[in-house]
């Protein structure tokens, strides 16, 4: 009897997870490392929690339902508990911050990396997996602690290898926008969550599109109709100019936003913090360029509680804008109170490791995939530990170095070494052993000699990038050519 074949699954990622070989895994290690350096240069010390939270200790994404899975991936434990992958560094810092904070230096300054999961739609540069850094102080109120935050965005981006200049930090305060809205009579809560969705989307629907918005509403091409904010007319037209205050130096847009933002005591409150910001960048040598004050930036409507700042990467041919943000932060006061009951300063930026690489690949600047080891041939089997001998000693020299351990040919060996972009293969049978030398191929200056020789004979006789060293040589004449690939 016949039975029927076993069905084979697709070999296939899910989508919004993506696999990362050397390239893209050194550009983020490069990144990490160079953006740790400076959070630890400003005094913030390590620290990492587990991949996952308990699902109600997260808060910002789950509904109320049975499965709590919309926004985070989640599964329930033995003990009958949610658990959730973490969708960011910040919640679970909070946790930490609740769980510790007697014990905590005050305020707690600290910088943590690693991946973090969404169960969100994936799109250009946006995954369901992917690194963050972050840096957070947890325990102050002043709105230095965020300019301070703001300044090490600037550095670490610089640090890890874009042109100052080439990423702009947008800053705006939570209250400015609040204090306008009181000052126009509007005090309705939802009112005011439609208007910060409204202003939200100034970028994509522009100054009419929003002005529908914070009105009776808006239909949008496709005939789909979102009900507007109900804002009466003289508040629209405080919040557009409130919104086209921006552009130029941080002291002129203060000015401009001082001049329609009324007199509420929340819009008065933001403009003071907006103003400590600015004269504490000032003197952390942030510039004009680096960080501006932007009214239209909103970011996470009912998570930050005060200044909020957006990093936006900018790239010739506007390569940058399809990434969108590719960081960002600002305060968010309440996060640690939801476990405490107290009301818990603190302020924090997030680097997008993933998307920022993601983008400078898009670039085309992003890291080349790194050199390879020098490989070792293995044409005679019995050689084998020579072959390892060999590979030992050229990693004692500080050499990255492998023997082949596949079972094809030398010339299989050869593109094998080439597919590695190995700058040097050794070539070692017995007849080197018995005459005590190796052979090396320097396979960069091969290639090159290579194309100068007219035909097939020419090039057995040359050996065009060859040389045979004795074997005591063979650390250092593998480095003279690692060195110069280099």
Known sequence: MTGEATPRPEARA??????????????????????????????????????????????????????????????????????????????????????????????????????????EKPGPGRFRQFIQCDADTVGSDRPEADAEIIAMAVEGYAAAGLARGAVTIKINARGLLNGLLAANGVDDPGQRL????????????GARGVSDLLGAGRLDESGAYTKGAQLPARAIDAVLAFLAAGGGGRRDTLQRIAGVIGGSDEGEAGLEALSRIGGALDSLGVGETEAVFEPSVVRGLEYYTGAVFEAELTLEGGAGAAFGAIGGGGRYDDLVARFTGERTPATGFSFGVSRLAAALAAAGVAETAPRGPVVILTLDPALMSDYFAMAAELRAAGLAAEVYLGASGMRAQMKYADKRLSPAAVIVGGDEIAQGVVTLKDLDLGR????????????????????????????AAARRIVEAAS
């Open 194 to 205: 439609a208007s910060l969705r409204a202003v939200d989307k100034l970028d994509r629907l």
């Open 14 to 119: 899910p989508r919004g997870f993506v696999d990362r070989r050397s390239a893209t895994l050194r550009t983020e290690r490069r990144i990490l490392e160079a953006v740790s350096r400076v959070y630890e240069a400003y005094g913030f010390e390590a620290l990492e929690t587990g991949a996952f939270e308990y699902a109600d200790a997260l808060g910002k994404f789950l509904p109320d339902a049975d499965r709590p899975n919309e926004g985070v991936f989640a599964l329930r434990d033995d003990d009958e508990q949610w658990l959730a992958l973490r969708y960011d560094l910040t919640a679970p810092l909070a946790r930490y911050a609740a769980q510790n904070w007697t014990s905590l230096p005050k305020p707690f300054r600290r910088y943590a990396f690693g991946p973090v999961w969404r169960n």
């Open 448 to 475: 090159d000699l290579a194309a100068q020789v007219s035909d097939n004979r020419a090039w057995r006789e040359e050996r065009p990038g060859q040389i045979t060293v004795p074997r005591a040589e063979l650390a």
